[in-house]
């Protein structure tokens, strides 16, 4: 169920009290702000008839109490007034919330405002919303106010809002790299049939314009609700340039599995499990939950995304669940086959908090690399410190990022229709930020004749180490990114590949939070990746004819300006690759027909290799271009 901390907080303390008036702040910022009180006016309080609660406001804080003045008490001679400003100092900057008690005949009447640095607003006595907008303390502050009940009583409450936008930001250069993801987990709580006490169809719509639009990656749980799900929030994703997802997972009567995964990048395949136990005490045993896996690609690089949402229970039978869905979540991932030079990043909503004897079982089974945690100390919207239990993660079996971070963010809503809600969901949401090095390599098999060269390449943007092997032995001295291989013999043909080493840190304990991820202080990390697996054959032929079973003829060879690659087979499809002899690509495309002209003008005299792949082989020819 739905963890109504904002929302009960602001009902409790709104609840009108005859003759008092309260302001409340609900502070939807980093801001911390210390509060003070100035009165001024032709009439002053005695200190019995006001409080001032606190001269604190800690960021995120919800519809506290500031300051309160019993209207009943404290009696304003008609004609006078009482002006008190609540002051909030931030950073250096200030924010005044105005409250003005002019006396009548009735006893006094509530006028409001407030003012930002270089805006003030006009002075207000109605029901509705008002709102004035500056930075304060470095940040891009909106105030929305409103009174909460009606003034027939002299209990007028008053609550303010102090907005920060964006909640979180994406570098925009970050959309442009593709050795950079950034990912959103966000747990929306779509829960079917109102079960969350909240109506979808009013979150739905409005959660993706909060996703900052740099972002790769969006991974949504909770996503049960199909009328909400369907009509609003995926056309809104899209319209927010999410335009590829990987569809609902589960999606079987009763209900799916809520998980979705977003991209803003193609995603070349996807595929998804059902989790084989559901915690009965709980009312995961209603929801088809497990995993949804996509391959993305960005501009070229492959990220392998899978999402999750673990058991939700405490009690012995979901612990058993989710003991058994770590296990799962790791073969599953192993059963995708990713190579090792690619990135794996999984999230979710893991309902493990770190600490626990079940959050080191579960390190064990998936061995993620852990991020450096910043942002708010509970991803649930309880004060909990250290319930953190939404996370993106790095495989530890893959490509390991230079820099993994996580920042727990907090999305809540002033939109007229989210005021009494306020928080979209009963999570906030964990933003995942992962770089990569880039690492280039071709592999591409190839033959070769008495006394030529070759050269093998790998290449990383990060300082790394370098090991070539032949038939898995390594070669004595060859540590640098290329391996040229000069006057080969028939006696160098094999399997050659490259180790590719370097080392990062983790855990930088500069926010307090990551003690509890990291206890024993930060972590090297020492990576190693195989590439390539180059088989070099000795093959002298230059215009071999290809054997009779093929299916597949290449001519000219020698060629000129342009070759034919001719399909014989049935169903005439397939793929062509053209590489200089470092294994390089220079040309590739798709072949549908049985005649394919591929042009080489543009190439300079020499001798190239050619493969060609159908449903039915794969071909591989020495090709010599002539000036």
């Known amino acids: ?9 602001m009902l409790a303390l709104a609840l009108p009290t005859l003759g008092q008036s309260s302001i409340l702040i609900r502070n939807n910022s980093w801001l911390d702000m210390e509060v003070s009180l100035a009165e001024s006016g032709s009439h002053t309080l005695d200190p019995s008839e006001w409080s001032l609660a606190t001269t604190r406001i800690i960021p995120w804080e919800c519809d506290q109490e500031v300051f309160s003045v019993d209207r009943g008490t404290a009696a304003v001679p008609t004609g006078d007034s009482i002006f008190i400003d609540l002051r909030l100092v931030a950073d250096g900057d200030t924010a005044t919330l105005k409250f003005r008690l002019d006396g009548v005949s009735a006893g006094s009447e509530l006028d409001f405002s407030a003012e930002l640095p270089g805006t003030l607003d006009q002075w207000w006595d109605d029901g509705g919303f008002h709102q004035i907008q500056a930075m304060l303390g470095g940040r891009d502050i909106t105030v929305k106010y409103r009174a909460e009940t009606d003034d027939s009583n002299q209990d ?21 790299d593709p050795n950079v993801l950034n990912v959103v987990n966000y747990n929306v709580q779509f829960l079917p049939l109102s079960f969350g006490g909240t109506d979808n169809s009013l979150r ?22 199909p009328i909400p ?15 590829y997802d990987s569809g609902i997972l589960n999606d079987y009567f009763p209900w799916n599995g809520g998980v979705m995964i977003f991209s803003r990048w193609p995603i070349e395949a996807t595929a998804e499990y059902d989790f084989q136990l559901c915690g009965p005490n709980s009312a995961d045993c209603f929801a088809n939950k497990g995993i949804m896996y996509a391959k993305v690609n960005k501009m070229g690089k492959r990220y392998h995304v899978f999402g999750t949402h673990m058991d939700a229970g405490s009690a012995a039978a979901d612990i058993e669940a989710k003991e058994l869905q770590y296990a ?45 945690y910043t942002g708010y100390w509970s991803s649930t919207m309880s004060k909990d410190t250290g319930a953190i239990i939404d996370h993106a993660w790095a495989d530890r079996r893959s490509l390991i990022p230079l820099v993994a971070t996580n920042e727990i963010v907090t999305l809540r809503g002033i939109e007229d229709d989210m005021w009494e809600v306020s928080d979209y969901s009963d999570h906030r949401t964990s933003w995942g930020r992962f770089t990569y090095p880039d690492i280039d390599f071709q592999a591409f098999d190839s033959t070769f004749c008495t006394g030529e060269e070759m050269t093998l390449s790998v290449s990383s943007s990060y300082p790394s180490t370098y090991q070539w092997y032949k038939d898995g032995t390594a070669l004595t001295g060859e540590t640098s990114s290329d391996l040229v291989l000069t006057n080969l013999q028939a006696g160098d043909s094999g399997v050659y590949h490259c180790e590719l080493g370097y080392t990062t840190v983790h855990g930088n304990l500069s926010d307090p939070v990551n003690l509890l991820f990291y206890p024993n202080g930060p972590e090297t990390v020492n990576a190693g990746i195989t590439l390539g697996n180059w088989n070099l054959d000795f093959d002298c032929a230059v215009a071999t004819p290809e054997p009779q079973k093929s299916s597949v003829r290449i001519f000219p060879n020698p060629a000129q300006d342009q070759i034919w690659i001719q399909l014989l087979h049935a169903a005439p499809q397939g793929t062509w690759q053209l590489a200089d002899l470092r294994g390089v690509t220079i040309g590739s495309g798709r072949l549908n027909g049985s005649m394919n002209e591929v042009d080489l003008r543009g190439l300079t005299g020499g001798t190239y290799l050619l493969q060609v792949k159908t449903k039915e082989e794969i071909i591989r020819r020495r090709l010599v271009v002539e000036w």
């Open 156 to 176: 007028r409450n008053l609550l303010f809002a102090i907005h920060q936008t964006p909640e979180f930001e994406v570098a925009p250069a970050d959309a442009s």
């Open 229 to 243: 799900r369907d009509q609003s929030f995926i056309p809104e994703m899209k319209a927010q340039g999410f335009i």
């Open 204 to 225: 739905a719509p409005l959660i993706p314009s909060r996703l900052d639009a740099n972002l790769d990656v969006v991974v949504i749980e909770e996503a049960f609700d």
């Open 1 to 9: 169920m739905r963890n109504l901390i904002c929302c009960l907080a």
């Open 328 to 372: 799962e979540m790791r073969d599953f991932i192993a059963a995708q086959n990713v190579p090792q030079h690619e990135a794996v990043v999984y999230c979710g909503d893991f309902n493990t908090r770190p600490g626990t004897a079940l959050y080191g079982n579960m390190l064990d089974s998936l061995h993620p690399l852990l991020p450096e």
